[in-house]
């Protein structure tokens, strides 16, 4: 995982802001952060997360965390899950929620906004097969309806279900009655979040900081 096996200086904050994009000093504020979480041990857990109030009602909290421990999500990429993380991933972890900076170039823009975008499409797609399928995304929304505690769970069901197959109208067009849908590819998942200002809507206030402001 990580490449450290002290504390990290200014050396390493050099490298990850190569890797980043973050500048040393922000990336200080988040080393300041991840010690904070793993109560100043070298690793965070899952039970960090668990643990973390402002955290603990919100309706997608397991598929959060679970981002956190996602190989996938890792600089370079990889399979699978770990049990724990370094600094290193974390901070890669957090530039997923960075906003783009105003000098960007409208290519470097576009690069930022498919990452992000792939990242908000791992986190749902949980056996790692490329498709987010109406169990999975029937689980997202189900998770939010109920939580709500305005509606039943049979209810949250239907609507889960009409909700997705919408979705698979959207994406595929035209499907015949006998005709089975897998679910939503990333292709897809692109197409139906072409209009969506991904980069003011991805942050993480539950760690008690505005991504908003790691940004230059």
């Keep these: 995982m990580g490449v450290w096996h002290s504390v990290p200086g200014p050396p390493e904050y050099r490298q990850l802001a190569e890797k980043t994009g973050f500048s040393c000093e922000q990336i200080g504020v988040l080393h300041k952060r991840f010690k904070q979480l793993s109560h100043d041990e070298d690793t965070l857990r899952r039970e960090h997360f668990m643990a973390i109030p402002d955290l603990a009602w919100n309706p997608i909290r397991l598929e959060i965390i679970g981002a956190f421990f996602d190989r996938r999500n890792f600089v ?15 901070v890669v972890i957090m530039s997923h929620f960075k906003p783009p900076s105003l000098s960007m170039t409208d290519e470097e823009r576009d690069s930022i906004r498919k990452e992000k975008l792939r990242f908000l499409f791992n986190m749902h797609d949980n056996d790692n097969d490329g498709i987010i399928t109406l169990e999975e995304y029937r689980h997202v929304v189900e998770e939010l309806l109920s939580r709500s505690g305005s509606i039943g769970k049979e209810t949250a069901e239907s609507i889960a279900e009409a909700a ?9 067009g035209h499907m015949e009655p006998d005709e089975f849908y897998e679910g939503i590819t990333f292709e897809h998942f692109l197409k139906l979040l072409k209009d969506f200002e991904i980069e003011a809507k991805m942050n993480v206030r539950f760690l008690n900081m505005d991504t908003t402001n790691l940004c230059k």
């Design 164 to 172: 997705m197959l919408e979705v698979a109208a959207i994406s595929m």
């Design 76 to 90: 370079p990429a990889g399979d699978g899950t770990v049990d724990e993380i370094r600094l290193e991933e974390f």
